[in-house]
């Protein structure tokens, strides 16, 4: 057992439940994805621009409130049930003999509605939490960019501010997912924690899913024109919806996989240091 991208695909695709976790992710995903394509349609983009998250804010807020709420529905119960997941994930890492002992274990935790509700209001606070320490941050390296009015000095701060900021939140969310305690990660010293114990597994784990979701855009774009040359008569909403769902999907699933990763590091190599 190594923890890693593809080893927890493997993991979520096996298990007595993992038929029934599949379909209420794909469900999940597949109104999402209509939602997103039907109401991407309709918005009418001014000449010069292009389609992007604040039109469709301001459509769902000003004309289609319903479509709205129930996207965020679906978008909070796949979060939700994520940090169920990881939960599980951590527990089975935490397994004395994981090799025997996880034959048989389910990655996958049942479902259970009022289990991914109660976890939903502590996410939002850790969320707000985190998105403050972020501003802070973000503040003062505006002001140090201000101030040292080099370029050169601006251009590495910034490459700088996203290689320390990528490994932070996934491990954030980690280690929330472990107990729901807010203040197990309360505390925004806990950054240095995991840059220290966790920065180069975490980045490795993160090139990968992202060449992993990058192939998968790929392989659904090259459905797209297939679907546009021999099934011209689904139209082209209709395509869009199959390309949507293929890729909110399997970026979903290759999300799963990726905090498979996250708990594994977390276990190894952050869990024993904070024991210790």
């Known amino acids: 057992m190594n923890g890693g991208l593809i ?34 349609a309709q918005i009418e983009v001014p000449a010069g621009k292009t389609l992007n998250e604040l039109m469709f804010l301001e459509y769902f807020i000003t004309q289609d409130p319903i479509s709205g709420i129930i996207l965020l529905i ?44 109660k976890v939903l209001p502590k996410f939002i606070v850790v969320l707000l939490l985190w998105i403050i320490y972020l501003t802070i941050f973000t503040t003062i390296c505006l002001l140090a960019s201000a ?25 954030v969310l980690t280690k929330f997912s472990e107990n729901y305690e807010i203040k197990s990660v309360a505390n925004p010293l806990f950054a240095i924690n995991i840059l220290k114990n966790t920065f180069l ?41 199959i390309v949507g769902v293929i890729i909110c999907y399997t970026a979903s699933i290759i999300q799963f996989a990726y905090y498979y990763g996250c708990a594994y590091i977390y276990d190894k190599k952050l869990k024993n240091s904070e024991e210790d």
């Open 7 to 40: 080893e927890g695909l493997k993991k979520i695709y096996t298990g007595s439940n993992a038929w029934k976790i599949h379909l209420w992710i794909f469900g999940l995903t597949l109104v999402m994805s209509i939602i997103i394509c039907y109401t991407g």
């Open 74 to 117: 679906a978008i909070l119960l796949l979060c939700g049930y994520m940090f169920n997941t990881i939960n599980n994930m951590i527990k089975f890492f935490s397994l004395k003999q994981p090799d025997e002992e996880g034959k048989n274990y389910d990655i996958f935790p049942n479902l259970n509605i009022i289990e991914i509700l």
């Open 147 to 171: 101030i040292i009015k080099v370029k050169l000095f601006k251009i590495l701060l910034w490459i700088a501010f996203v290689i320390v900021c990528n490994p932070i939140f996934p491990i």
């Open 201 to 241: 597994p975490v980045w490795w784990l993160t090139i990968k899913a992202g060449l992993l979701n990058f192939l998968t855009f790929v392989i659904a774009i090259l459905i797209a024109f297939i679907l546009a040359i021999f099934f011209r008569f689904l139209g082209k909403l209709v395509i869009d919806c």
